[in-house]
């Protein structure tokens, strides 16, 4: 059975793999020959359009690109009710903070 990657970016995987592969000196040809794969391959991943890539042959083609595959938990996103009360009370910080310092200078403004 498989399950599809939902969560990657493939377009920034694709631009990070050019990336190092240019570092490297590497033309996708001689990559794809390196690798075994073909350059159409490197073209799509690095392109972010392939279809298909096993993981295997992703985790050697970072290798061989000193880049790492990080497998880690998903973040936990926000419900919108979540969202809005972190937002009101950031702002209600931000509010504290700011009357402090206005209290602050108002005393320093009355001494000095």
């Given at each position: 059975m498989m399950y599809p990657i939902r969560y990657?970016?493939?377009l920034e995987t694709g631009t990070l793999i050019r990336d190092a592969r240019r570092k490297a000196g590497l033309t996708q040809a001689e990559l794809a020959q390196r690798l075994g794969m073909?350059?159409?391959t490197i073209s799509q991943l690095e392109t972010g359009v392939i279809a298909e890539l096993g993981v295997r042959k992703l985790a050697?083609?970072?290798d061989r690109l000193g880049l790492e595959v990080v497998v880690r938990p998903q973040a936990t996103r926000l419900t919108l009710?979540?969202?809005y009360a972190r937002n009101r009370q950031e702002r209600q910080a931000a509010f504290l903070e700011t009357d402090a310092t206005l209290a602050k200078l108002g005393t320093?403004?009355?001494d000095g």
């Open positions: 990657m970016d493939f073909s350059r159409a050697a083609l970072c009710h979540e969202a320093e403004a009355r």
